[in-house]
């Protein structure tokens, strides 16, 4: 069974620019959580899908936003970059709501 | 809301047992769950209480209290691949859903 995958590994970005960054769950479930992990800092929960509708974001602007496809595959967008976004952002998968399965993530630097 | 506090840093050494401690506060409760991650790695599920007491796997143990918002990891006979951060995790009712909200994580440092 494939795990959660997340694109791309690395993205690095400008001031003011727009990041996209996906994620594709495991097969069958259907909540997708993201979060943000700044350098050395825990979890900061940033949105959560569940069968295609956002059921929860975190303490985040707006500029943080993202959306869940039919196939329950996400995409999370950041406006505005600011140079703080820099952080590695994961997305996580789950079906009973309990076990939460991670991916390896996508590390975002803002120049 | 929720929020959860656990210590930043924690030293053990090989062989030896330590506890990550881990209080709460949220406005219902479903369980409290551990997760293990390694340095540059992802967060990875440990284990999960959703009533009173002792949950053991293997070298990990995972302990709560519902009456006093509390939780503990217990790990036993501490090997080097063991030194990650720890964080523990809420599960708690949101708008009919459960929603997971996670602890700033404990970082275990474990030394010959």
């Known amino acids: 069974e494939a795990g959660v995958t997340q694109s791309p590994t690395h993205l690095i970005k400008t001031r003011g620019q727009q990041a996209t960054l996906r994620c594709s769950p495991i097969s069958g479930h259907t909540s997708v959580y993201w979060y943000q992990q700044a350098l050395g800092l825990g979890l900061q929960f940033l949105l959560w899908y569940d069968e295609g509708e956002e059921r929860n974001r975190g303490n985040f602007p707006p500029r943080f936003s993202g959306r869940q496809f039919p196939n329950y595959s996400s995409e999370l967008n950041v406006n505005a970059l600011e140079l703080e976004d820099s952080a590695l952002y994961l997305c996580?998968?789950?079906?009973?709501?309990?076990?939460?399965?991670f991916g390896p993530g996508t590390r975002l630097t803002v120049t | 809301g929720q929020s959860l506090e656990q210590p930043s840093e924690v030293t053990a050494v090989e062989g030896a047992i330590v506890q990550i401690n881990c209080t709460y506060q949220?406005?219902?409760?479903?369980?409290l769950s551990w997760y293990q991650q390694h340095d540059g790695g992802a967060p990875t599920f440990l284990s999960y209480?959703?009533?009173?007491g002792l949950e053991e796997t293997g070298r990990f143990s995972s302990f709560l209290s519902r009456s006093d918002s509390y939780g503990y990891l217990l790990l036993q006979e501490l090997q080097m691949k063991d030194s990650a951060s720890y964080f523990c995790a809420v599960s708690s009712p949101v708008g009919g859903y459960q929603k997971v909200t996670f602890g700033t994580g404990t970082k275990l440092q474990v030394i010959p």
């Open positions: 996580a998968s789950s079906l009973s709501r309990v076990e939460q399965y």
């Open positions: 209480n959703a009533l009173d």
């Open positions: 949220t406005s219902g409760f479903y369980g």
